[in-house]
Structure formats: C-alpha cells, structure tokens
C-alpha cells in the first residue's frame, strides 16, 4: 500500500503486525473475489437484484477493512502519540482519516 501513487505511507509510525497484515490482506483479496464475481455476474446478465446483493456485501466488507485500519491507527499510531505528548496532531489526522472515511 504505501509508496503507490497518491497514497501516504503507514505515517512512519510503526508497521503492521505481520499477522494483521496477513488478515487485511486475506480480506482484500477475498474482496477481489467479489468484485470480480459481481464482474462476472454482468457479463452473464444475471439479475440486478441479485448483482446489487453483491454489491452491498463487496461494499460492507470494504468497509471492515476501513474500520479495522482506523482501529489499528487508533490503538496503535494515536495511542503512542498521546503517551509521547503529540497528542494534538494526532488526534487531528484521526480525525480527518474519520472524515475521509465515512464520506
């Protein structure tokens, strides 16, 4: 994720657990699964209904993913932040990710 084009790396301050990163990256993929049977489901005219059930289950678990990175962000990068003392600027970029997220 970090270093790709129009994205911020982890914030530098500290890196995933190796079994959270296995877990998130289990769930995108599984995603990808979806989206490309939603993809499928298109092609072989499958009923609308039936695609926008799809849709909605791709989007809600989507949307785990964002709730588990701001979980992580929050007890992790935020956390350490307030026990530093960088409590403020912390808690503002917790904010904006919260902003950022539920638009």
């Known amino acids: 994720m970090a270093g790709q084009a129009g994205q911020r790396p982890h914030g530098g301050h500290g ?4 079994r959270d990163k296995k877990a998130l990256t289990q769930r995108l993929r599984r995603i ?7 993809q499928r489901m298109i092609e072989e005219d499958v009923s ?7 849709v909605s289950a791709a989007r809600a678990a989507l949307e785990k993913v964002g709730l588990l990175l701001l979980e992580d962000h929050t007890r992790g990068c935020v956390a350490r932040a307030v026990h530093e003392d960088g409590s ?6 917790l904010m ?7 638009r």
């Open 15 to 18: 890196e995933y657990r190796e």
């Open 32 to 38: 990808e699964g979806q989206i490309r049977g939603i």
């Open 48 to 54: 609308c209904v039936d695609i926008l059930i799809q």
């Open 88 to 93: 403020q600027e912390a808690i503002d970029e």
């Open 96 to 102: 904006d990710a919260i902003a950022q997220f539920i």
